[in-house]
């Protein structure tokens, strides 16, 4: 695989901040309503429960709490490319982690505001300056937040999916970030500028090797919507499938993304 592209997009800090913030927040007042039984409920993550899932939530900003307890690293030597990579090669572990805490917090309403409670003081104490040992690498808290954005919108979509009628909303501000940086890695995964990826309203981005394209219309185009394409990043969906339901469009020879997903699984 080749190395992620050290330059990244920049992101507002207050709204990441806050988003985050939301797109929990939205998690935590659905899990209010949860039963048992739909806790004990099947999700498509393999043998994970709806429960372990919840706790699963609980964790991304768990996270961060962990982490700034930590001494805090002499200096930056990741960046937010670095991170698909790096959580992909954790997932046997994290999953591990999830069922534990799910076994641990029965009540996962308690869990999740507990959690919430100690990252909000967190943050208030932390700048997001500060430097966190991640797994990829030390990351400003500031990056390593937009992060966060990702973990909370993939699995708010494994949650609806497993409870059909949920639908627990979208923050628009962290479904951004989570498209974008997913978009981002993509690029410099598949370094190029043959193919243009649209997914309208928040990212474009070029990729593949090839011709790059400069002015009128792309030769090659592929354009679908933020769920549809987080769903192909992260191995929700399959490339076929998509095209298959029109949920994708791919227009031009080099338009085809199958040999790059996903990006996370």
């Known amino acids: 695989m080749p190395p992620a592209r050290k330059r990244t997009r920049s992101y507002d800090p207050a709204k990441i901040r806050a988003a985050v913030l939301a797109q929990f927040g939205n998690v935590r007042v659905a899990a209010a309503g949860l039963t048992p039984d739909q806790l004990a409920l099947p999700t498509r993550l393999g043998d994970w429960t709806v429960g372990d899932l919840v706790a699963h939530v609980g964790m991304t900003l768990g996270a961060v709490s ?149 002015r009128g219309t792309p030769p090659n185009v592929v354009e679908t919507d933020p769920l549809t394409w987080i769903r192909l990043a992260t191995g929700r969906l399959a490339w076929p499938d998509a095209l298959r339901e029109a949920e994708v469009s791919a227009s031009g020879e080099r338009a085809d993304l199958s040999a790059h997903l996903p990006l996370l699984a």
């Open 66 to 214: 962990r982490l700034v307890a930590l001494p805090e690293p002499p200096r930056q030597d990741g960046t937010l490319l670095d991170w698909p990579s790096a959580i992909a090669a954790e997932a046997p572990d994290i999953a591990a982690y999830a069922r534990e805490l799910a076994e641990r917090h029965p009540d996962p309403v308690a869990h999740l505001a507990d959690t919430e409670e100690r990252f909000t003081a967190d943050l208030a104490a932390h700048p997001g300056t500060r430097l966190l040992p991640t797994s990829a690498g030390a990351l400003p808290l500031a990056d390593y937040l937009v992060t966060r954005t990702v973990e909370l919108v993939v699995h708010t979509d494994d949650l609806n999916a497993a409870l059909p009628g949920l639908d627990i909303p979208y923050d628009r501000q962290a479904l951004a970030a989570c498209t974008r940086l997913l978009a981002d890695t993509l690029a410099a995964r598949a370094p190029g500028g043959s193919t243009e990826v649209r997914v309208p309203p928040y990212a474009v981005v070029q990729c593949g090797a090839g011709p790059r394209h400069t």
